[in-house]
Structures are given as C-alpha cells and as structure tokens.
C-alpha cells in the first residue's frame, strides 16, 4: 500500500522540486536497445515528498537515491515531453516539424519531398528544379511571388516587365529592366535601347555609339553638328547653311564669313578685330591715335626739313630742295649772285 502511493505522489511532487530547484537531475536511462526508454532522466528527489502527507507520521524510507533521504524518480529529460496516456513514454520537442520527423531535441527531420527552411524554420515542399521567384506547393508546382509569371511547364517563375525591355535589355526582376552594354535604359518607357555617349544631338542613335544625322548636319565624333558648306569664318554653323557671328562681328554678302566691325573708320587701314585698325604697309599708327583707327605715312630714315607724304616719300619745306633725286633728304635752297658783264648786251636790250 505505501508504494502504491509513493507512486502516485511521484507525479504530484515532481513539478514542485523541478521549479525549486532543490532535486538532482541525472543523465538518461538507456537500459538496452528499448527507444522507448530514450529522452527518460532519473531525478533524485527528498522522499518524504513522496509520501502522502497522511503517512508522513510513520517512519520515512531511506531510499534509493545516492543520498540518505532522497529518492530516484523518472522523469521526461529536457527536450522531451512525455506522449499523454502512455506509462512512462518521451519525445523529442521541436518548435516547427510540420511535414517532418522530430528526432531529436530542436531537430526536425523533413519527410520526402519537403526540405528544411532555415528562414521559416520549417519543412516545406520542394520542387525537382527549384522555384526561383516562388514558393513550391505540396502538388510539386511553383506558386510565383507577386511580379512573375509561371513558366509553360510550371517549373519556373520567371520576373514579368510589362512590355518587354526592348533591344539589347532583359527582365532581372519585377517591372526591373537590365542593359547590355551599349544599351542604355529609358527611364520614360523603362525600356533599353541602343546608347550613344553625350547623345546624337540632331540626329538618331542606330547602335552603339553610331549616330544617323538628319539632312543639314555632318557627323563630327559621336554626334551630329549642323553643316555649313562653304565654311563659316570668325563664327559659329548654329544651322544647317547659317552661321552666327560674335559680338562686333557681321556677316558678308556670301553668308559664310564674319567680318569685323569698327565704329570708326580706319584711315590708312583694315578693321581687323571689332574696333581695331591695322596700319596698310607703309603707314604707322598717328602719334596719340587709339586702337590705330588713324595710320599716317612713313619715312623708315624720317624727313630732315620736310615731311612724310607718303610711304617713304618726303615733301620739302619752303626753302628746302631734294639733295638728290630719289633722296629723303632736304637742304636749303642756295641762290647764286648773278654777273651782268657776262650776260650779252643784245640779251640786256631785249634784242
């Protein structure tokens, strides 16, 4: 009759010593090759609490445990639980096993067809080539995530870009276009096409870096630049046959030179820059002139009593004749006495 309860106060004592922490837990029993005695530990408990508390006035057994006054009870080891309606039976616990063998403490092992997610940790169906994209069913096809569409056989997903991504792109990812490269993406239509570095200007990108000019307009590098045949001196082509000219600049008559304009007129001289005269040769800016818009003649040896007239041609002062001909150089007119007794007396009398 006293083992009879003792057995039966086992169950009622054993949760208030585990909680108080005051019995010692022992290894598990492994008595043979009985699976059914695996996860089962021996904790060693006082045995007087196992003991109804109307036979405690009697004489307390000493016990099996190591220790005087203690007793050895079996109980489910950590990671186990103990299978309801069964004598004294343990399992192992795992927190996620759906579709899968539960074989040790925290260890789920799938059943065929499911393997073990480490995200979800879980068993969840498996599909031969996978499911990139998407989720495997339990019937072996894929289940796409949103923005993929289910290949033909039902073994893939695949991203879906509405339109397709047109030349040279493929579709990495939901609406998510790629570019080969030379291909660049629109970001308007989100569709490649072929690229052209800095653009075609005028012009239409037919391939990579290839640019096709429209009529009026040449290809210079990688782009398309407006043509002017006959040239366009001192400006800029802004057109197709039209040029531009810079400040102080004007176009001619023939529309392809820029000529310079000066306010003043240049005497003796070209308007060469806007408001600036060069000297024709032979003349030299006027003493105090600005920007030469006045040239004067000049004398390389200069003019000793006369003056520059022209390009290295001098005219005498009053008084002052040619040294010699073809000379610059000026020298007092000298006037010779004159002797009657040599003059003829006919000459004299007018004869």
Known sequence: M????????????????????????????????????????????????????EERQHSIPRGNGSRVGYSKIEICCNGYERVPHSHLVCHPVCDDCHNGNCTAPGRCECKRGYVHDSYHKDCIPTCPHGCLNGVC?????????????????????????TGGCGVGGSCTGPEVCSCQPGFSLDKKTNKCGYHCEGGCGEGTCIGPNQCSCKPGYRLQGHTCVP?????????????????????????????????????QMCLNGDCVAPDQCACKKGYAPAPGARNSETCVAHCPTG??????????????????????????NCVRRVRRAV?????????LLGH
């Not at 069913?137 to 870009?161: E, F, I, K």
């Not at 366009?232 to 600049?249: L, Q, T, Y």
């Not at 002797?339 to 000459?347: G, N, W």
């Open 2 to 53: 006293w083992q009879y309860k003792v057995a039966t106060g086992a169950c009622v004592f054993v949760a208030i010593f585990i909680a108080g922490q005051t019995a010692q837990l022992h290894g598990p029993q492994t008595h043979g090759f009985n699976n059914s005695r695996r996860g089962i530990c021996s904790l060693e408990v006082p045995t007087i609490d196992l003991i109804p508390p």
């Open 137 to 161: 069913t339990v019937m072996g096809t894929c289940s796409c995530n949103a923005g993929n569409t289910l290949s033909p056989d039902g073994r893939y997903c695949t991203p879906h870009c």
């Open 227 to 263: 043509d002017c045949p006959k040239g366009c001196a001192n400006g800029e082509c802004v057109g197709p046959n039209r040029c531009s000219c810079k400040p102080g600049w004007t176009i001619d008559g023939s529309g392809s030179i820029c000529t310079p304009h000066c306010r």
């Open 303 to 328: 003019c000793p009593n006369g003056n520059c007239a022209a390009p290295n041609f001098c005219i005498c002062n009053p008084g002052f004749i040619k040294e010699s001909k073809g000379s610059n």
């Open 339 to 347: 002797r009657l007794d040599l003059i003829p007396e006919a000459v």
